[in-house]
């Protein structure tokens, strides 16, 4: 760059600071004449015109800008805005992209590419409006819509758990959104959160907004009949136990308005000083006389200092204003200083909603609270669990959970560990399993044994550990049930029992899908040699369970015996194929399948060996284990008249006029069909032999295959 170019672009910095903006664009034009490749040159000119007439009167000198220093995110900022200004958003977008690649901190660039993918609404756009809010997220930089951006944008994943603190954030800076209420109330009422009372109350609050909102009333349309029920069932089962005694009433909250009688001023919201200190003389006396019991507040015995404290806190101005936010929505007193669970049960007359607004709307009281309230609330939960009774808990669960992030766990502390030893029992199953083999019925019991099952559903993210605990140990018993037991329908089957306490995990229940996945192709390997024929009315099936033939069946486990085969007849030159297959379950229970046919042979022939790969598949497997269970075990098996042991088979050796029994070592054995029979034979001696059809004999086949594949050597 000449001296002289340098000059004028410092002139052209000047003038336009100086607001001179005629001859700043004069003088940065100047320079471009004389160095074209200046990139710093066509720069001054483009903020020079963007000043005097605009971005879009400066879009070819941004554009230039960029071509020389294609590295300068700013300039690739200002050219985007250019763009936008002329309605060409598809090149804004790519040039605000750019941008991001190089100026990484610059949020006004981000903040243009989050207000253009919303605007154009692609789905192709929607993780990368996710990606640019996550990251002004991290920097602390979104500005009060993109809180609701970024909660629409987890929503819409399904993600709803997450989609809350961002919905709470947006409306605490917006309280007049119904959209954004209606929203929230959604994500409340999604089945990984199950809050329902808090859904219900946000659409209350969206009505205070908007009274006609459509949104709002048929939200709670389908919400309120539950909740009606559920405080139905709870006031029932109150009306004979107690959750929290009276001998534990006050010990987190005393109101110090009730404890002194007095009330603010309905019309001003003041108290007078002379007021408070009558009122400390009159309780403070009663305390003396009667050693800390208060008349007006059965089941308080409350001490001196304690009394002093309460009532000066009325003093201040802060604490007092705290005390009757709580004191003047009688449910929530009632729940911090007698543990009464009225506050979480439906009434539309009822709805705190001005306690909802102070309780966002104001900090320090919301920690205020937050101290008192979570205290209460995991002596309350523990008491629900304690009683193992779904309807408490649940009710408990649905919301007003009035605390700050911070002390969301404290609220469970007790609960915790108190679920953390419901799951003895389970994990007394899940190491059973690998020696003996559970029934679907078993695992369920222990699920609904002291509700287990309902209670790991509802449970909040607080305690997401013990439910990931008691999935993990569903999944362990499901994948020892298969690797053990080899059976892949009870594995999917218990794998499924995990399912609606799983969900509120999406990265196990990715992990479970993939399990089912898996289970659902073991399955469909395990069934492909499966046969299924009708012989017209009547169903002929070889499965995994067994077989059937009309109202017979025979479990795959119980079979004792098989035979099958096929034998023709040859008459006046027409031959008639019979096809028969025998299966003998325990004592003399037997099914007889047999069908004959002259025509469409290959068809038929198709049908029959699709019955004899299912025997193999499903039938025979159990009466060969049977049947070399019995052998080893030193007894002798009768196959077809021929005696089967542990040394081997004895066959008839025939002479010339008498045949004698000749023992044969399974070594020396031999087998091989002919004309649908075994032929068996032996080395020891070549006359010594048996012939067993395979159609007629039991169990033929079996002791062909023991000898053929040398099972027994």
Not at 690 to 697: G, H, N
């Amino acid at each position: 760059m000449s001296q002289e170019v340098d000059d004028l672009i410092k002139k052209c910095v000047e003038f336009r600071e100086a607001g001179r903006l005629e001859e700043a664009i004069l003088a940065a034009r100047r320079a471009t004449s004389l160095d074209p490749e200046s990139a710093n040159a066509w720069w001054q000119l483009a903020l020079a015109v963007a000043e005097k007439d605009g971005d879009a009167a400066a879009l070819e000198h941004f554009k230039k800008t960029v071509e020389l220093a294609d590295g300068y995110g700013f300039g690739w900022h200002r050219l985007g805005n250019a763009y936008k200004k002329v309605a060409m958003l598809d090149e804004a977008v790519e040039a605000w992209e750019t941008a991001c690649l190089y100026e990484d901190d610059f949020e006004w660039t981000r903040y243009n590419l989050i207000d253009a993918y919303n605007s154009r609404d692609l789905a192709s756009e929607k993780e990368k409006m996710l990606e640019q809010l996550v990251e002004l997220d991290t920097r602390g930089k979104l500005r009060r819509y993109d809180y609701h951006l970024l909660a629409i944008a987890h929503h819409n994943k399904g993600d709803y758990l997450n989609a809350i603190p961002y919905y709470k954030k947006y409306l605490s800076q917006r309280f007049d959104d119904e959209y954004g209420y209606s929203n929230l109330s959604l994500a409340y009422s999604s089945q990984q959160v199950g809050q329902d009372l808090d859904a219900v109350d946000c659409c209350h609050l969206a009505l205070i907004v908007r009274p006609d909102f459509e949104n709002a009333i048929k939200q709670l349309s389908t919400l309120t009949p539950k909740l009606e029920k559920l405080k139905g069932n709870v006031r029932q089962y109150l009306v004979n136990h107690t959750l929290i005694g009276d001998g534990s009433w006050f010990e987190n909250y005393v109101s110090p308005f009730e404890l002194l009688q007095i009330e603010e001023d309905e019309d001003t919201g003041e108290l007078e000083i002379k007021e408070i200190q009558k009122a400390k003389k009159i309780l403070l006396q009663e305390i003396e006389l009667e050693d800390g019991i208060v008349e007006w507040m059965p089941n308080l015995k409350i001490d001196r200092s304690r009394a002093i404290k309460l009532a000066d806190e009325l003093t201040d101005e802060t604490l007092r204003y705290y005390h009757a936010q709580v004191y003047q929505c009688k449910p929530l007193l009632n729940f911090l200083s007698r543990g009464d669970m009225s506050l979480f049960l439906y009434d539309k007359e009822e709805v705190p909603t001005g306690l909802l607004s102070v309780f966002v709307g104001h900090q320090e009281f919301a920690r205020w609270l937050s101290e008192i309230f979570s205290k209460q609330y995991d002596v309350l939960f523990a008491a629900a669990l304690s009683s193992k009774n779904i309807d408490v808990i649940e009710a408990i669960l649905d919301g007003r959970r009035f605390v700050i992030p911070e002390y969301e766990d404290k609220c469970f502390t007790t609960g915790v560990r108190y679920c953390s030893d419901l799951l003895a029992d389970l994990k007394a199953e899940q190491e059973k399993v690998e020696k003996t083999k559970p029934t679907i019925q078993a695992i369920r019991f222990v699920l609904g044994n002291k509700n287990l099952g309902r209670i790991l559903e509802v449970l909040p993210p607080a305690f997401q550990e013990v439910q990931l605990d008691a999935a993990q140990m569903i999944r362990n018993i499901s994948i020892d049930i298969y690797n053990h037991h080899g059976d892949a329908d009870l594995a999917k089957e218990v794998l499924g029992l995990a399912e609606n306490f799983a969900r509120k995990s999406p990265s196990f229940k990715i992990r479970m899908e993939k399990d089912v996945a898996k289970l659902n192709e073991l399955i469909a390997k395990e069934k492909k040699d499966e046969s299924y024929l009708t012989f017209g009315q009547t169903r002929f099936e070889i499965t995994r369970e067994g077989i059937r033939h009309g109202e017979k069946f025979i479990k795959a486990a119980e079979a004792e015996t098989l035979r099958w085969g096929i034998s023709i007849t040859n008459s006046s030159g027409y031959k008639t194929y019979e096809f028969k297959i025998v299966v003998g379950g325990k004592g003399s229970y037997t099914i007889n399948v047999n069908w004959k046919t002259s025509s469409d042979i290959k068809k038929q022939d198709e049908y029959f060996e699709q019955c004899v790969s299912a025997i193999f598949a499903y039938l025979l497997p159990n009466v060969l284990e049977k049947i070399q269970g019995d052998i080893n075990s030193g007894r002798s098996v009768y196959i077809g008249g021929v005696p089967v042991n542990k040394g081997g088979i004895t066959l008839k050796a025939k002479g010339w006029f008498s045949s004698k029994e000749e023992h044969c070592p399974w070594r020396s054995l031999h087998s091989e069909i002919k004309n649908g029979s075994a032929v068996i034979t032996s080395s020891v001696n070549s006359k010594a032999e048996a012939s067993l059809s395979l159609a007629d004999i039991d169990n033929a086949w079996i002791l062909h295959i023991l000898i053929k594949q040398g099972m027994m050597k």
